[in-house]
């Protein structure tokens, strides 16, 4: 799991019907954050594939929030205020190695070495700074329907990238890479072959989470904006977009004000789980919180 206020990778581990032992792991242990090692990575999506564990920010700008009793010329100003964090703007690889039965992140491992994606130019924001569709997205907030990513998912040597906005006529965006050690540096990486953008029809919803399986994608869908609406789980294949529609697996329920799925896995006896973001009361317990499987 990863947090979207730290720059850390939490591990939980399954034992006798809850999710225990937890341990955090710090970025800034296996890759040189451009921002340092505190300031948060809004780490937004998680990919576990071919002995490596994958993490990527949200990309996104962020305009600041009206607190509070906040009226006048004050709430103005911190309105009008967008600021850009340049840890959010990260893609990571890491090593993964088996200790005591459990995977664990690395810097390097003998023969691997983690890598990551980012700084000025260097970045997926920055990729699509001539792309006819998101170009025009990039300078808006994540929250204002601007540049957001949500969701990772890798498939072979494709890494796709889910965006939660910009939201385009009804289509949300999946972006294709794929990435690859540079080769003068075995502590960074670069694409190959630049990107791909795919278009999928999810009916005005944005992207929350991604979960490859075998050669698809399930899809967390659910609103861009901070508000309650439709979410639903959708299976899509990443080979065409305009003539490859989704097709349904289930409609999650609605409880207003709370409970907006923000995360998705697939268990080994083919079951989903899902977290949420903002869980309402009913999920509390004194020592965690409750998720779903459908």
């Known amino acids: ?7 850390t990778i939490e591990r939980l581990t399954w034992r006798d019907g809850s999710y225990q032992d937890h341990h955090s792991f710090r970025l800034s242990e296996f890759v040189d954050l451009p921002a340092g090692p505190d300031d948060e990575a809004d ?8 002995g490596w564990l994958w993490a990527v920010g949200s990309h996104s700008l962020k305009r600041k929030r009206v607190k509070p009793g906040q009226t006048g010329e004050k709430a103005r100003r ?7 964090e340049e840890n959010r703007f990260i893609l990571v690889r ?3 190695v088996e200790r005591d039965g ?38 808006l907030p994540g929250k204002d329907n601007g540049f957001d990513i949500e969701g990772i998912a890798v498939i072979g040597s494709r890494v796709l990238v889910g965006l939660r906005g910009p939201v385009l006529r009804g289509w949300a965006v999946v972006l ?19 990107y791909r953008t795919h278009f999928v029809d999810l009916d005005g919803l944005g992207i929350r989470d991604l979960c490859p ?12 904006m901070t508000l309650d609406g439709a979410f639903r ?38 079951r989903l789980l899902v977290v949420y973001d903002s869980p309402s009361p009913s999920r509390l317990t004194l020592d965690g919180v409750y998720a779903d499987i459908v």
């Open 1 to 7: 799991m990863a947090g979207d206020e730290t720059a």
């Open 43 to 50: 780490i937004e999506g998680l990919g576990r594939a071919n």
């Open 78 to 84: 911190r309105l009008a205020s967008v600021l850009r």
């Open 94 to 96: 890491l090593p993964l």
């Open 102 to 139: 459990l995977p664990v992140p690395v810097r390097k491992d003998g023969r691997r070495t983690a890598a990551i994606f980012s700084g000025p130019g260097r970045n997926l924001a920055d990729m699509l700074a001539g792309d006819p569709h998101l170009s025009p997205f990039l300078h």
């Open 176 to 194: 294709e890479i794929e990435p690859e050690t540079h080769p003068h540096d075995p502590e960074r990486l670069r694409l190959k072959d630049g």
């Open 213 to 224: 399986v075998g050669a698809e994608l399930l899809i967390l869908a659910g609103p861009t």
């Open 233 to 270: 789980v959708l299976r899509w294949r990443p080979n065409g977009d305009f003539e490859n529609p989704p097709s349904l697996v289930k409609e999650l329920p609605v409880v207003p004000g709370a409970d907006r799925p923000e995360g998705l896995a697939l268990l080994p006896d083919g």
